[in-house]
């Protein structure tokens, strides 16, 4: 698939989820470039911002397979993953799969629950598989999770790990909307709901063969010196506790990539690796001693694009 395709590929998602989700142009952006990088998405802001209809506007546009579930204390692993039942009919246990063999699984509120219950995701993030009894069950292709999570409330909560933080590709906050666009979501939503009529405007195969693209588009060497520059500032800098580790390295890479397909070029320039930085890199920074991880991860990620010098066109 060229790149070209890409681009309208994306489009047609972005026009299609714009339908229902009103003044979100660049959150949308941002989440189909992580999906043709093949990568997870962190959606955290507060209740009520537009999270999960985002999650399920995705799912409807593609027109794969969706599962949700409800993060809570007592879930369990196998709630997930699923687990092997005895079937005396036929003498042995029969794994059966659970709503992670889906394309698109909605993590809701994923950190209220246990440590061990978020940690069932691991092995699915990263291999994109489930092993059970010794077995390894492949989940379907694209697998791409989006895991909402509400910053602002504590109790009942249980924080996401590092190792699994670092598995997810970017991390997004939808935000308030603004007055007008608050207008259109009322009379959006006045009489109906519009996520109920979407339909799809591709299928998994077209999507996963724009990840099969990405390593067509070129990467110059300036820019990858660029990105390098960038990670490793993180590392030395005074706030830091532990800055981004070459596989964050990698993501802001890939994701800028996917970014430069589905803008229709085969090519990435830093203004792409520029817009990706604090998405893909500040939720993987551990500042040392401060109360507000993420807004100083956040002000560390800025730091650098503002410090580090810019490649430029070679003439």
Not at 165 to 179: A, V
Not at 205 to 232: F, G, H, K
């Amino acid at each position: 698939m060229q790149s070209a395709e890409i681009a309208a590929l994306a489009a047609r998602v972005k026009e299609n989820i714009a339908r229902v989700v009103v003044g979100k142009e660049e959150m949308i952006d941002l989440l189909l470039a992580s999906v043709i990088a093949r990568g997870h998405v962190l959606l955290e802001d507060v209740p009520g911002t537009g999270k999960t209809v985002t999650a399920r506007c995705f799912a409807r546009s593609i027109g794969g397979i969706f599962s949700r579930i409800q993060f809570t204390p007592d879930l369990l692993p196998a709630d997930i993953t699923g687990t092997r039942v005895y079937r005396q009919d036929r003498g042995e246990f029969v794994f059966h799969p659970g709503p992670v063999f889906a394309n698109i699984l909605l993590a809701d509120e994923i950190n209220r629950a246990t440590p061990r219950t978020q940690s069932a995701l691991l092995e699915c993030m990263e291999e994109r598989q489930v092993t059970d009894g010794g077995v390894t069950h492949v989940l379907p292709e694209p697998f791409l999770v989006i895991a909402t999570q509400n910053p602002i409330e504590i109790q009942g909560t249980f924080p996401l790990p590092e190792a699994q933080l670092d598995r997810f590709l970017m991390q997004l906050t939808p935000g308030y909307p603004d007055h007008d666009e608050a207008l259109r979501i009322l009379g959006r939503f006045l009489k109906d709901e519009p996520i109920q009529t979407l339909e799809p405007v591709c299928d998994c195969e077209a999507l996963a063969e724009a990840q099969r693209a990405l390593p067509q588009c070129e990467v110059d060497e300036s820019v990858r010196n660029y990105i390098a520059e960038l990670c490793e500032y993180t590392r030395k800098d005074d706030r830091v506790q532990l800055g981004v580790s070459p596989r964050g390295m990698l993501a802001l890479m890939r994701a800028a990539q996917a970014l430069a397909l589905t803008q229709g070029r085969g090519f990435v320039i830093p203004d792409d690796v520029q817009r990706l930085a604090v998405p893909v890199l500040a939720h993987r920074i551990i500042a040392r001693g401060y109360a507000s991880q993420a807004e100083t991860g956040r002000k560390i990620v800025q730091d650098a694009v503002s410090a580090v010098a810019v490649p430029t066109e070679k003439r």
